[in-house]
């Protein structure tokens, strides 16, 4: 049921004309599953999931598994604003066979009650109606404006222990993924690869990071060697896979990241991007290429 290692928040590609394109997506998730990465979460934030529709995310998951890439493997973004989409988009990966589904609140309504959010997701469960469903609540408040406070999260695990498995806490807060790790028997994910080492050594069993996209390999030698106990190690080489990620976070890290991918696999549809993102200015995308080189070998 667990996914252990570094899980990868894919990209999604979009050609010229604004599709997505499946050959480069399934190119990516085959890349990053032979590199070091365990799992792959489509659509998330970092893939754009809310410029995606409905039944484009449906087709990309499919041609996923038509590729095969191995549906175990896939925790894919489901969340909506409301249930009869959500519901929809969560029995076909049940159907699929992917290992979990990452579950937004809904977003648009601010300022609800935790009972509220709890109807939001005991209706869910009683819509999908399979036992094989396992939701991974996803808390991004910084960006989705709706956040998942622990009580609320204690008590649907506590009443949903099947169902609601566990979470990716993309909040940033060390102080609130230590107080998620202390839930028993839910499954944590940070949404970074800064607090690794620490979440580790309460219970994580690896994180989900957006850079695994480009980072990929290190990152997961860093959780790796964490999970064999090698610390000394893993504090040595975390130190790099830090400073990479904070010289990401300096630029918007969705142009930059398909900017570079664009320039490493030759591949410019990579650069594309829906409105109402735009595509990095070139002298920042260079200012940030050169960085990654004179400071990390990393050449793009």
Known sequence: MMIKGLIAPLLTPFDDNLNLDQSLYNDLAKHLLATGVSGLAPFGTTGEALSVSHSERKAALEGLVKAGIDPAVMIPGTGLCNLPDTIDLCQHAVGLGCAGVMVLPPFYFKGMSDSGLYDYYAQLIDGVNDQRLKIYLYHIPQVSGVGLSIDLVKKLHADFPKAIVGIKDSSG??????????????????GAELPIIEAIRLGAPGCISATANLNGTDIAEVIDLCLAGNWELAETKHKKVCAVRLMFQDYAPIPAQKALLARSTGHSAWGNLRAPMRPMDKNKLDALADGLASEFGMHF
């Open 173 to 190: 807060v060390w102080d609130n993924t230590k107080a998620l790790l202390e839930i028993y028997g839910l499954i944590v994910y940070p």
